[in-house]
């Protein structure tokens, strides 16, 4: 018979109160402390007081519910022997308890005022471990391992790691062991339920083992942050050793550092105020601790000072026919661009003092600008440096933030200058359109500085705190339209326009540029592959609609590509041992036939154009930021209130220029043969074709007046001519922008004849010579003139 069965009842009566608690696991052998806080366990424990003060210990699962007679606890618990029952203020019990067996719950059976465990006792026997050689091993083997525990965890009693190595029962052993290690419950409890020793054993084993890899982990992470706190403090001590000896031996190496920085300072040879400027904070920061944060600040700022150009100008070298032979390389055409910097070159030749100008290079986009501003650079023998402005909307981003701020810098301008390395740079700010303002400030307004020649000598960064000369540097902005730029920026700016390309210029750039470019890239510089000029034109008339050309270049890449492609496919490479034919024999001739099954079908078509002719249907031209196209309008007249009527998605420019034309119209009717009673009760509506796109601007106007006549006279308008220019109410037609975009529209449709005003006539210089021989200009100062050509020859409809 087993110990706990002499401390059990009766096997007919083998019931004892229930304490469930939610903190601990007991183990048999042992002394734990636990807390009984509800009402069954404070009846359960009264009850075993009153009794033999035994009762039954198991760990809860959940929480029991008002009123049951059950609960959820784990089947196998532990009998224990009250030792002390201490009660607290709240009325709830504190036990010290003695675990004395193991036990297995059957049921739990409500009693008035507590629960009652129906009990099964867990019988060890001991005789039988003790002459089981592989359990014995497992004792052996669980008392090394827990001593190595023990001197790893440095919690665990001398007086208890004495116990355990006395101790020769393996069931005792696993109690006291289990309770003494630091495990979670469900790992104890799981101990405590595995009924045969030797598998219990296991399990603990596993368990020491488990912990002793955690707790050397953990020593280990110890010992490398305490190996790194002590070097960290070795350097620092050692560090002051060694300023102390350097300071016996009149050596001061923190001195020896600063005068470094001022000897790269005096170097750049900077202005006086930024010399002695210099040599202040060098003089604060030999007073600081070198580990104090103002220090870093000053040290920072010191070498911004020593990094910055102060006097380093690049020398111009480059002849005048070696500087227009370097622009001829790089860009085909922008004539105006090129001549300016030539001017600046021949000048700055003879007055080395010359400012730097401000250039502001505005056209559609792929024209060229951005790289023109690379081609300067190199022309000029000058270093290039690029800020990019679009979605720039904050001040600092130009000044930078003042040094008292963590993390502060200079502004861009600063940080690209540092970059330059000299004071001559040419200065790029690309999109100087796309800038927005908001909270942080405007940096269009802060430009300002940069960009005036009167101020830019004494540039005043946040960060640096001292006036910078920028007068010496090229600045050349790029933008695709003015409207957004503010006038007093505008105003500072030399504006150079960048006009879109003619077919022909086109055609010019992709046999120069263009085609050698991606034939290179794509590894088919030695082939002999060749496009003809029809398939190019074809490309850029159906391929393409754009005022540049970068998506000619796209569209170009795409065949040489798929000419790639078929050059493999055929057996032509580079790579002779695999019996590839030499790629220098590859010469297809692409046509313009071939390109529907290398680029597809076409994706434009030309702009929309009405090609009969028809009352009321005139032919205008209009400028975009893409460039030119044609705006079709139409105008008709029925019974009705005398209005007019405006559609098309039209600005208010453009309706106050229709009614303007209207305007005039009626009070020269005389001269196209109306009378006043032909506008009364009559309305007349003017559209727009493409309503979806926004229409706006004054050189709408003549368009508007000729449509609108012609409608009135029921006569149609002469075919095969586009116009252009604003109108006044006494008859004058007035100059226009855009002139070569829009007459470039008008070749692209084929239309021959183009009305413009007189005060135009001057910008026929800017339009391509094939272009000023194939179609025919007539310049027009008033209204009546303009009408007279466009509607003569053409019979009235009835």
Known sequence: MSILDSLLPKPDAAELPLLYVRDTVIFPDTIMPVLASTKLCIAACDAANRADKRLFVSLLKGLPEEGANSIDVHYMGSVCNILQTVKLADGSLRLLVEGLGRARLKKTIFRKEYLAALLDPVMDDMDADKADKDTNALVQVVKRDFASYASLAKRVPNEVQANIQRTEEAHKLCNIIANVMGLKLDKKQEILSIMDTKPRLEALAQAIQTDMEILGLQKSISLKVKAKLDKNQKEYFLQEQLKEINRELGKDGEENEF???????????????????????????????????????????????????????????????????????????????????????????????????????????????????????????????????????????????????????????????KKAGSVNPVFLLDEIDKMSSDFRGDPASALLEVLDPEQNYSFADHYLELPYNLSSVMFVTTANSLHSIPY?????????????????????????????????????????????????????????????????????ARVVRKSAVKALDAGFGKNVQENQKPINSYKPVIGASSLPKLLGKRLHEKDLLFRDNAAGVACGLAWTELGG???????????????????????????????????????????????????EDRTIHVHVPEGAI???????????????????????????????????????????????????????????????????????DEIPKELRHDLNFHFMSGIKDALALLLCDTPARP
Not at 311 to 325: C, F, G, H, V
Not at 490 to 518: C, N, T, W
Not at 698 to 721: D, N, Y
Not at 722 to 747: F, N, R, Y
């Open 259 to 417: 005068a470094e920085l001022l000897s790269r300072i005096e170097a750049r040879k900077p202005p006086e105020d930024v010399l002695a400027r210099a040599k202040k904070e060098l003089a604060r920061l030999g007073k600081l601790q070198s580990l104090s944060p103002e220090a870093g600040i000053i040290r920072t700022y010191c070498e911004w000072l020593a990094d910055l150009p102060w006097s380093d100008k690049k020398l111009n070298t480059i002849s005048l026919k070696e500087a227009k032979s370097m622009l001829d390389e790089d860009h085909f055409g922008l004539k105006k661009a090129k001549e300016r910097i030539i001017e600046y070159i021949a000048v700055h030749k003879l007055n080395e003092s010359l400012k730097g100008p401000i250039l502001c290079l505005v056209g559609p986009p792929g024209t060229g600008k951005t790289s023109l501003g690379r081609s300067i650079a190199r022309a000029l023998g000058r270093d290039f440096v690029r800020m990019s402005l679009g979605g720039v909307r904050d001040e600092a981003e130009i000044r930078g933030h003042r040094k008292t701020y963590v993390g502060a810098l200079p502004g861009k301008i600063l940080q690209s200058m």
């Open 488 to 556: 007093a920026l505008l105003d500072r700016m030399e504006v150079i326009e960048i006009p879109g390309y003619s077919e022909y210029e086109k055609l010019e750039i992709a046999k120069k540029f263009i085609i050698p470019k991606q034939l290179a890239e794509n590894g088919l510089a030695e082939s002999g592959i060749r496009l003809r000029d029809d398939a190019i034109l074809e490309i850029i008339r159906h391929y393409t609609m754009e005022s540049g050309v970068r998506s000619l270049e796209r569209e170009i």
């Open 629 to 679: 196209s044609v705006l079709p309008v139409e105008a008709s007249c029925f019974k009705g209130d005398s209005e007019l009527i405006l559609t098309g998605n039209l600005g208010e420019v453009m309706k106050e220029s229709a009614r303007a034309a209207l305007t005039f119209i009626r009070s020269n009717c005389e001269y196209y043969g109306l009378t006043p009673a032909d506008f």
């Open 694 to 764: 926004p229409k706006d601007g004054p050189s709408a106007g003549i368009t508007l007046v000729a449509s609108m006549a012609s409608a009135l006279c029921q006569k149609p308008l002469a075919q095969g001519w586009a116009m252009t220019g604003e109108i006044t109410l006494s008859g004058k037609i007035l100059p226009i922008g855009g002139v070569k975009e829009k007459v470039l529209a008008a070749h692209r449709n084929s239309i021959k004849n183009i009305l413009l005003p007189e005060a135009n006539k001057k910008d026929l």
